[in-house]
């Protein structure tokens, strides 16, 4: 993964993330750029106020994702750019823990939630690589249905991850030749993501139904 490659997955990250939030329905708190009040602190290494992520600047927050989440997750391993950015932006989402761990869990290998050669030469095993994206994406999507699940409140952010996941599925088909037929698979799935996140957005009862819309196009995912 070259440096400018990075360096516009980040600017997307950015501007996918959007400015500073507060939202007491999100766990993660103060938020700006999509990096929390504990990201900065550690970052830091000292505690900050919400008022010091409102002021965090883009600069700062490119070079903590940089750093935090392209870097030190270890994802420059696979030598796979249009998938790195997937893994990217699901660690920023979920945890790059989490991500690494979904990753393992696709190719068959040990979870450790690191990756090193193990997880490198499964990769390198599956084939075509682009099983590796959709196996992972319907992860993702499961991931989504079970927070809700969870926790019903968080059916408020449902529309937002609808759109982030036909984001991921649009920017990953764009940068990688696929077969036409599997491209039109991945692109319908992207579609039905971002009609159902305009039906969430208008219903407060389709919103209640999120976790069941994930689950569907978790499995359709799935069996691409």
Known sequence: M?????????????NREGGYTNDPADPGGPTKYGITKATLSAWRKQPVTAN???LLTLEEACQIYKAVYVLK??????QDEPLAEQLIDAGVNHGSDTAIRMLQKVVGTTVDGQI????????DEMKPSWK????????????????????????????????RCAEMIDIY???????????HEMLLVSGL???QANDIQKSAAVRKQSPELFGKLSTKMNSI
């Open 2 to 14: 070259t440096e400018s490659y990075i360096d516009a997955v980040i600017r997307r990250i950015c």
């Open 52 to 54: 010091d992520v409102k």
């Open 73 to 78: 997750p270890g994802y420059l391993l696979l």
């Open 116 to 123: 090193g050669k193990n997880t490198k030469a499964k990769y």
């Open 132 to 163: 590796v994206f959709s196996k992972f994406m319907a992860r993702r999507l499961a991931l989504y249905k079970s927070i809700i699940q969870n926790k019903s409140t968080q059916a408020k952010f449902a529309a937002g991850w609808m759109n």
């Open 173 to 183: 088909v764009a940068a990688v030749e696929i077969d036409p037929a599997v491209e």
């Open 193 to 195: 993501a971002r009609k």
